[in-house]
């Protein structure tokens, strides 16, 4: 059964949660195998949800035992509904299948995203054998400015602000739909975006977009090309360029979620591969 997390039983199980949240075949995203995360960034974030409207911690309890430990935030205005830490030890079908009656109940009309490591096979099984569909299979990369050697700019490439928007905007249509960051989410937040822009012939080629997820790591959300033509001189370009701007910020980390034709690109200028991410979505 689930049940809701009291106070008391946050400290109780706060260590178990974290533990389960190391282990790749028994956690959700995001990972905190990537060595980048750590304890006290899982419990700072944890504590979240003690005082805070929409979100919440259920605890998954199984044969008089607690299994796992679920932890889900609702963007009421967005009609969105996902999850902070997925941890489960044991019986995963289960406690997945208790969290989808419960979000149907509380939820209903939302939009369900829930990601795991590819690692975590029983979840990634329930899902797609329950109606869910898989909109994500992507390569977890991380990249290290602090390490990384500047090279030349690029001259056709240009920094996105409010003013030439439109360059980015004309990119990224192709991939409004199908994820949260679409383009007006992203320019009304552009303040905390960079945003790059590989010209051809006077026109947008490509782009990449990333931003801060703490103190020295940033997260690149993502390279988009036009027509949706991968070309891997415009992708080395368009990494080096945010990897050059992550240094010159102090970065130490860039996450990078990729497919196959970037990862090879990213594997060349340093980036390491630290799992596999699998996303589904269910209208609840």
């Known amino acids: 059964m689930l049940r809701k997390c009291t106070e008391a039983e946050f400290q109780k199980y706060i260590d178990f949660a974290y533990g389960l949240a190391a282990d790749p075949t028994r956690s959700g ?17 944890a504590e979240k949800a003690l005082s805070r409207d929409t979100e919440d911690i259920l605890l998954f309890e199984c044969g008089g035992e607690v299994e796992g430990w679920i932890h889900y935030y609702h963007l009421p205005e967005d009609k969105y509904l996902s999850t902070v830490s997925f ?9 997945l299948d208790e969290f989808v009656v419960f979000a149907q109940g509380q939820f209903q009309g939302c939009e369900l995203i ?13 899902l797609t054998s329950h109606g869910f569909e898989c909109i994500e299979e992507s390569i977890n990369t991380t990249g290290y400015p ?26 990224h249509a192709a991939a409004d739909e199908d994820m949260y ?3 007006d989410r992203i320019f009304a937040a ?26 020295g790591w940033f997260e690149i959300f993502g390279i988009d090309m036009r027509d949706n033509a991968f070309d ?7 990494l080096a360029a945010a990897m050059n701007s992550a240094k010159a910020q102090g970065g130490r980390y860039m996450t990078f979620f990729c497919g196959d034709e970037e990862q090879k690109v990213a594997d060349k200028l340093g980036f390491m591969c630290v799992g596999r991410y699998v996303c589904y979505r269910k209208q609840l």
């Open 87 to 95: 941890n489960v030890r044991r019986h995963i079908e289960q406690a």
């Open 190 to 215: 552009l303040e905390n975006w960079t945003i790059f822009v590989k010209l051809r012939d006077g026109k947008a080629a490509g782009s990449v977009y990333y931003t801060a997820v703490g103190d």
């Open 232 to 238: 891997k001189e415009i992708c080395r370009s368009l």
């Open 114 to 126: 829930l990601g795991f490591p590819a690692e975590n096979k029983a979840a990634a099984c329930y």
């Open 181 to 183: 960051w679409n383009s």
């Open 29 to 45: 995203y995001p990972s905190y195998s990537d060595g980048i995360k750590t304890k006290e960034m899982f419990i700072a974030r």
């Open 146 to 171: 602090h390490k990384w050697e500047p090279v030349a700019a690029d001259s056709s490439i240009v920094r996105v602000t409010q003013d030439n928007y439109a360059l980015f905007r004309q990119l």
